[in-house]
């Protein structure tokens, strides 16, 4: 323990002695040319790539470096005043990466060593872990978001409070938002940008040169003075290039310098960084760009690093606000409510289409007997969404280091909370077989609609955050206070940056209840970490029931803890190219005739249709091929048929697919009666099925779930039931192979009524079961 605290206070020392050396260098040179050298590096690390991301997620670690790097450039320039006749060195410039380089390991090691014995118990055995990477992600994670969607995200949040932002500043969310892209637009392509530029330039001259049939230098003078436009774009390429000028907001965006005022350091303005006492000018300190994220240099104002400008400018741009509308606060307060708790159902409306939505829903608690609230309520098919809305993140503005405590309060508002509530409504939804759902009407609570929890076949708890909140987020399950509410469901926690991402990547209804299903059985493995939702999502894309993989490992590797790296590439390259908007997005594959029925659910949307469409989608790649080898079969001769059907083991669940000839009608008869021998013969009580509709091009026109049960014993009127299973085992010994009958003659000795109870046993009436 001795040693543990010596080793701690010896790199605390070294930490601030290498902060002192990396102000003076930078105090030395000009600050645009040494941001126009720290740029040029990070171009050239990324291999000339524009960036889709606002973080270190590039894996290059001399991005990292320089990203650092900049953040103690935007410090020290708004720590202190400009000083005289400073000359740039390059040499300096490599001793500055050096120490920047030093120290940043540094703190990343005192995460470590400080972490280990933490006497906080804030998080019960957890906390020491929780500590670390509170620590570690306050040094590393920058924003881990794509700038490609800075203006989409601005507009949403601050749409709210689009009238006060005109009243102060003179222009809208829109336009505030449009100005936040341009902003990211610079960073990401600035440099090639004005590359291109300059070349086009020179191809300028030198064909102007080539006119005259003069050496280029003998015409430069008279080509200036010709080209003035063309002569002042090159010499803003240069200075993008070469001192910086891709920072330059003033200069690349139509934003108003009021509005950049707000958001920026004057020279020398900040006076707590690199003040005297424990971690004076370390990372463990809020760094000034956590605060204000622009520096204002001569006349116009920079955005040193790009990586806080979507966080902090969004807090400072709040904050300003009610600093000069001090009245405006209860009214800011109910429209960010409004905003947070429509934002689930609203960004995501593509993917609830046909959802019926609740908001404000009101209930009586039944242990307390007092009415209690939710936020937002989405029901679509067979699956619930119950969504807690939470603002607000001091966690990223005080240290972990200094205020662990603060950090510590943080996770328990922004998910504790929503987790509690959330665990409120599930005991309150399991407490009877149908419950009342309410809203607070003028006063009066008047009921709006009741919910069985027996119609859901999933269930989610969410906890929506509006600012990224990772690691925390994909970490929360590991908090001792958070549990599978009423022991089954696992709570999620997102943001609503993240939603904006997973809108694109999974885009119908299908498809984002099935990762949805596979993030919340992700959150109830503890052993699995990965670091936030673009993980999660990543890990979906590449290799589906992901949760599986995290079990297998853990078992195979006897392993406590299975750490997941890197699983976001796949989404972090969709958005690196220039085309990302109409560029293929990444998906699972699937065979051709296996997206018909998908897309046949997708449009017929028959009651309990997601849970056909998740039972398919469950399907490892093999299982899929087997399953389109089987439809494609009876696709080649349904024509001739009035039905076609298989059943199908897959990997897990079986399914029973009824192919119905399009000119004739439905037997409801035959198709139960016929699954219920399929059951029988694969030994299963429960079969789900999916009748398919087709017509005569071999188009799947309609798909409709339904479930048959196999029956419980045999006796006269259902013995035809019995024979037909024995048939089929004899047929087949395996789940996975296609069982055909082509004639389908039901044999039945008598008429069975709506009321009577049901030939194959189950105690069901007939209508109830078979009879549909």
Same mark, same amino acid.
């Given at each position: 323990?001795?040693?543990?605290?010596?080793?701690?206070?010896?790199?605390?020392? $070294?930490?601030?002695?290498?902060?002192?050396?990396?102000?003076?260098?930078?105090?030395?040179?000009?600050?645009?040319?040494?941001?126009?050298?720290?740029?040029?590096?990070?171009?050239?690390?990324?291999?000339?790539?524009?960036?889709?991301?606002?973080?270190?997620?590039?894996?290059?670690?001399?991005?990292?470096?320089?990203?650092?790097?900049? =953040?103690?450039?935007?410090?020290?320039?708004?720590?202190?005043?400009?000083?005289?006749?400073?000359?740039?060195?390059?040499?300096?410039?490599?001793?500055?990466?050096?120490?920047?380089?030093?120290?940043?390991?540094?703190?990343?090691?005192?995460?470590?060593?400080?972490?280990?014995?933490?006497?906080?118990?804030?998080?019960?055995?957890?906390?020491?872990?929780?500590?670390?990477?509170?620590?570690?992600?306050?040094?590393?994670?920058?924003?881990?978001?794509?700038?490609?969607?800075?203006?989409?995200?601005?507009?949403?949040?601050?749409?709210?409070?689009?009238?006060?932002?005109?009243?102060?500043?003179?222009?809208?969310?829109?336009?505030?938002? $449009?100005?936040?892209?341009?902003?990211?637009?610079?960073?990401?392509?600035?440099?090639?940008?004005?590359?291109?530029?300059?070349?086009?330039?020179?191809?300028?001259?030198?064909?102007?040169?080539?006119?005259?049939?003069?050496?280029?230098?003998?015409?430069?003078?008279?080509?200036?003075?010709?080209?003035?436009?063309?002569?002042?774009?090159?010499?803003?390429?240069?200075?993008?290039?070469?001192?910086?000028?891709?920072?330059?907001?003033?200069?690349?965006?139509?934003?108003?310098? $009021?509005?950049?005022?707000?958001?920026?350091?004057?020279?020398?303005?900040?006076?707590?960084?690199?003040?005297?006492?424990?971690?004076?000018?370390?990372?463990?300190?809020?760094?000034?760009?956590?605060?204000?994220?622009?520096?204002?240099?001569?006349?116009?104002?920079?955005?040193?690093?790009?990586?806080?400008?979507?966080?902090?400018?969004?807090?400072?741009?709040?904050?300003?606000?009610?600093?000069?509308?001090?009245?405006?606060?209860?009214?800011?307060?109910?429209?960010?409510?409004?905003?947070?708790?429509?934002?689930?159902?609203?960004?995501?409306?593509?993917?609830?289409?046909?959802?019926?939505?609740?908001?404000?829903?009101?209930?009586?608690?039944?242990?307390?007997?007092?009415?209690?609230?939710?936020?937002?309520?989405?029901?679509?098919?067979?699956?619930?969404?119950?969504?807690?809305?939470?603002?607000?993140?001091?966690?990223?503005?005080?240290?972990?280091?200094?205020?662990?405590?603060?950090?510590?309060?943080?996770?328990?508002?922004?998910?504790?909370?929503?987790?509690?509530?959330? =665990?409120?409504?599930?005991?309150?939804?399991?407490?009877?077989?149908?419950?009342?759902?309410?809203?607070?009407?003028?006063?009066?609570?008047?009921?709006?609609?009741?919910?069985?929890?027996?119609?859901?076949?999933?269930?989610?708890?969410?906890?929506?955050?509006?600012?990224?909140?990772?690691?925390?987020?994909?970490?929360?399950?590991?908090?001792?206070?958070?549990?599978?509410?009423?022991?089954?469901?696992?709570?999620?926690?997102?943001?609503?940056?993240?939603?904006?991402?997973?809108?694109?990547?999974?885009?119908?209804?299908?498809?984002?209840?099935?990762?949805?299903?596979?993030?919340?059985?992700?959150?109830?493995?503890?052993?699995?970490?990965?670091?936030?939702?673009?993980?999660?999502?990543?890990?979906?894309?590449?290799?589906?029931?992901?949760?599986?993989?995290?079990?297998?490992?853990?078992?195979?590797?006897?392993?406590?803890?299975?750490?997941?790296?890197?699983?976001?590439?796949?989404?972090?390259?969709?958005?690196?190219?220039?085309?990302?908007?109409?560029?293929?997005?990444?998906?699972? =594959?699937?065979?051709?005739?296996?997206?018909?029925?998908?897309?046949?659910?997708?449009?017929?949307?028959?009651?309990?249709?997601?849970?056909?469409?998740?039972?398919?989608?469950?399907?490892?790649?093999?299982?899929?091929?087997?399953?389109?080898?089987?439809?494609?079969?009876?696709?080649?001769?349904?024509?001739?048929?009035?039905?076609?059907?298989?059943?199908?083991?897959? $990997?897990?669940?079986?399914?029973?697919?009824?192919?119905?000839?399009?000119?004739?009608?439905?037997?409801?008869?035959?198709?139960?009666?016929?699954?219920?021998?399929?059951?029988?013969?694969?030994?299963?009580?429960?079969?789900?099925?999916?009748?398919?509709?087709?017509?005569?091009?071999?188009?799947?026109?309609?798909?409709?779930?339904?479930?048959?049960?196999?029956?419980?014993?045999?006796?006269?009127?259902?013995?035809?039931?019995?024979?037909?299973?024995?048939?089929?085992?004899?047929?087949?010994?395996?789940?996975?192979?296609?069982?055909?009958?082509?004639?389908?003659?039901?044999?039945?000795?008598?008429?069975?009524?709506?009321?009577?109870?049901?030939?194959?046993?189950?105690?069901?009436?007939?209508?109830?079961?078979?009879?549909?």
């Amino acid at each position: 323990m001795i040693e543990q605290e010596q080793v701690t206070a010896n790199l605390l020392r $070294e930490m601030k002695e290498a902060a002192a050396k990396i102000r003076i260098l930078i105090n030395g040179m000009p600050p645009e040319e040494l941001l126009g050298y720290i740029y040029a590096q990070l171009m050239m690390t990324s291999n000339n790539t524009p960036s889709p991301v606002l973080s270190s997620d590039i894996p290059n670690e001399e991005n990292n470096e320089a990203q650092f790097l900049l =953040e103690y450039v935007h410090a020290v320039l708004a720590s202190d005043v400009a000083q005289e006749d400073v000359l740039f060195d390059e040499n300096k410039c490599g001793e500055l990466f050096a120490l920047s380089r030093d120290l940043r390991e540094k703190a990343i090691f005192f995460a470590m060593v400080s972490s280990a014995n933490t006497k906080n118990k804030d998080f019960g055995s957890y906390t020491a872990d929780i500590e670390y990477h509170a620590k570690s992600s306050w040094i590393m994670l920058r924003g881990n978001r794509y700038q490609v969607l800075e203006g989409e995200f601005y507009q949403y949040v601050l749409a709210p409070h689009d009238d006060i932002l005109k009243d102060i500043y003179g222009i809208g969310a829109i336009e505030i938002a $449009e100005g936040f892209q341009q902003l990211a637009n610079a960073t990401r392509v600035g440099q090639a940008n004005a590359i291109e530029e300059m070349m086009k330039q020179f191809q300028a001259a030198q064909d102007f040169a080539a006119k005259q049939k003069k050496p280029l230098e003998d015409v430069m003078e008279e080509w200036v003075e010709a080209n003035a436009q063309q002569t002042e774009n090159a010499g803003l390429a240069m200075d993008d290039m070469q001192r910086g000028g891709i920072a330059n907001v003033s200069r690349h965006t139509k934003l108003p310098s $009021e509005l950049l005022a707000d958001l920026a350091y004057q020279r020398g303005e900040e006076l707590d960084f690199f003040s005297e006492g424990d971690f004076s000018g370390t990372p463990y300190r809020t760094l000034p760009a956590r605060k204000k994220p622009l520096i204002k240099l001569g006349v116009d104002y920079y955005a040193v690093d790009p990586c806080f400008i979507r966080d902090a400018g969004y807090r400072s741009l709040l904050f300003n606000l009610l600093q000069k509308k001090p009245d405006y606060k209860e009214a800011f307060k109910e429209r960010q409510k409004v905003m947070s708790e429509a934002a689930f159902p609203e960004i995501l409306a593509e993917q609830l289409s046909g959802a019926v939505v609740y908001q404000e829903v009101y209930y009586k608690d039944p242990k307390t007997k007092q009415w209690a609230e939710n936020d937002t309520l989405v029901l679509i098919d067979d699956v619930l969404y119950l969504v807690e809305a939470k603002a607000g993140a001091a966690a990223t503005i005080a240290s972990p280091e200094l205020d662990f405590k603060r950090h510590s309060q943080s996770v328990k508002d922004l998910i504790i909370k929503a987790y509690k509530q959330c =665990e409120r409504f599930f005991e309150y939804l399991k407490s009877a077989d149908e419950v009342p759902l309410f809203n607070l009407i003028n006063g009066k609570y008047e009921e709006v609609g009741k919910l069985r929890h027996s119609d859901y076949r999933v269930m989610i708890p969410i906890g929506l955050t509006v600012e990224s909140f990772s690691p925390f987020s994909s970490f929360s399950k590991n908090l001792p206070q958070v549990k599978p509410l009423v022991g089954q469901y696992s709570f999620v926690s997102i943001s609503i940056d993240d939603l904006f991402v997973l809108r694109r990547m999974l885009p119908t209804p299908g498809v984002f209840a099935h990762y949805m299903e596979v993030r919340q059985a992700i959150a109830c493995i503890k052993q699995g970490f990965l670091f936030d939702e673009l993980d999660h999502l990543g890990a979906y894309l590449t290799k589906n029931r992901f949760d599986q993989d995290i079990i297998d490992q853990s078992k195979d590797e006897n392993a406590s803890l299975v750490i997941c790296d890197g699983m976001s590439h796949v989404v972090d390259s969709a958005f690196a190219s220039e085309q990302w908007e109409t560029s293929p997005k990444p998906t699972q =594959e699937f065979p051709e005739v296996v997206l018909k029925v998908l897309s046949a659910l997708d449009i017929s949307r028959e009651s309990g249709w997601l849970s056909v469409d998740s039972l398919i989608r469950d399907f490892g790649e093999e299982a899929r091929n087997n399953f389109a080898k089987y439809l494609t079969e009876l696709d080649k001769t349904i024509e001739k048929h009035p039905a076609r059907y298989f059943a199908f083991g897959g $990997e897990a669940n079986p399914i029973f697919v009824w192919m119905q000839n399009s000119k004739y009608e439905v037997e409801w008869e035959k198709v139960n009666y016929k699954a219920s021998a399929v059951a029988l013969s694969i030994k299963v009580d429960k079969l789900m099925g999916v009748l398919l509709k087709v017509d005569k091009r071999g188009v799947y026109e309609a798909a409709q779930h339904f479930e048959t049960h196999a029956p419980v014993k045999q006796n006269e009127d259902n013995s035809f039931i019995f024979e037909d299973a024995k048939r089929m085992s004899q047929q087949t010994k395996s789940r996975a192979a296609p069982i055909v009958d082509k004639k389908l003659v039901l044999e039945r000795k008598r008429k069975v009524g709506r009321n009577d109870p049901c030939p194959c046993a189950s105690g069901k009436k007939y209508k109830k079961c078979h009879g549909r």
